[in-house]
């Protein structure tokens, strides 16, 4: 029996669709839910890539709903360029992956998420992957919230690296600085997994060719996702050869969270340019105690990448 009820709170591209594969193969996770985002696709085409996707992996009683199309301070959300290299044009290496015949949940993703916290409380844990605007959002009609939640693990940020989209900023984190911004200065438990630490743990045409060699839907679908991802990668990031596990990777920190190393640290997000977008320790509470805001600076890396590839090919196995 699953120890941890969990909701990813995804804007799926291809690592996306790898912490959600992670997320229905680790058997210490019950995965109750996905919430949409905006980012590396639009809205609307990462929640139906998500729901494709469950479909493929044989998981269509998962729910998916739709959150927030733009941040916190915009009417309107643009997919970059690099993020159509990155994933596709649709988020999925402009794979036609089978449509699903399950449909996107008609509740609010917002009183979808404060609902579960209440009643799984500590038992549930939090995972998004992109922008924080459905989280801050949450927060902000419910503050009581950030006491009941297990925890918050995000992909987002960037510490002790540059960033990938500024010199300073992290994209996810950069989506939506002033939603980050209220959840890093929230009493919310949570642990941020940055740049810092994703970018160490990567996959290479040998693992998607065990995948491939399985000879199955799932395998084929992802061994094709994830060569298409270390291609983009090849321009990129041509220094790590090899594409990064960065959305897995806190999912599973969520589970195991002694693959990281972490320091508690009050941060803050910047939210005006030069430095928009950038986590760093928040001076104005550098002598309070931190007891609630983790930032990963070290990884274990043979054990999650074992982890990750024993999971994903048990799954693949079998869909």
């Known amino acids: 029996m699953a120890k941890y009820k969990m909701i990813l709170d995804l804007d799926t591209g291809i690592d996306d669709a790898l912490a959600l594969a992670y997320a229905l193969a680790d058997q210490d996770c019950d995965l109750i839910g996905i919430i949409g985002s905006y980012g590396n696709v639009l809205v609307e085409q990462g929640t139906q890539n998500s729901l494709d996707l469950l479909s493929l992996l044989g998981a269509s009683g998962v729910p998916v709903y739709e959150g927030f199309s733009h941040s916190s301070t915009t009417s309107s ?8 290299r990155i994933h596709g044009n649709n988020g999925v290496a402009n794979l036609e992956i089978n449509r699903a015949s399950t449909k996107v949940e008609k509740q609010s993703s917002i009183d979808f998420l404060i609902d579960a916290v209440h009643k799984y409380k500590k038992d549930l844990l939090l995972v998004p992957t992109g922008p924080l605007t459905n989280l801050a959002a949450a927060i902000k009609k419910d503050p009581t919230i950030t006491k009941l939640i297990g925890h918050v693990t995000l992909m987002g940020g960037a510490l002790t690296v540059p960033g990938n989209v500024s010199p300073v900023s992290e994209a996810n984190i950069h989506q939506d600085p002033e939603a980050a911004n209220d959840v890093f200065q929230s009493d919310i438990p949570l642990t941020m997994v940055g740049l810092d ?123």
């Open 77 to 84: 959300f643009t997919v970059q360029p690099v993020s159509a």
């Open 197 to 319: 630490v994703t970018t160490r743990t990567l996959l290479t045409n040998k693992e998607t060719a065990i995948w491939r060699n399985l000879k199955t839907k799932s395998g084929s679908v992802y061994a094709d996702l994830v060569d298409y991802y270390i291609d983009a990668y090849k321009e990129t990031n041509p220094h790590l050869n090899g594409c990064a596990l960065h959305d897995p990777l806190a999912v599973a920190a969520a589970l195991e969270p002694k693959l990281l190393e972490t320091i508690y640290l009050n941060m803050k997000v910047d939210t005006q340019k030069p430095y928009e977008g950038r986590t760093i320790g928040d001076e104005t509470r550098l002598n309070l105690p931190a007891t609630t805001t983790q930032a990963a600076v070290n990884v274990d890396v043979d054990r999650f990448v074992t982890k990750f590839m024993e999971r994903l090919t048990t799954l693949f196995e079998e869909h």
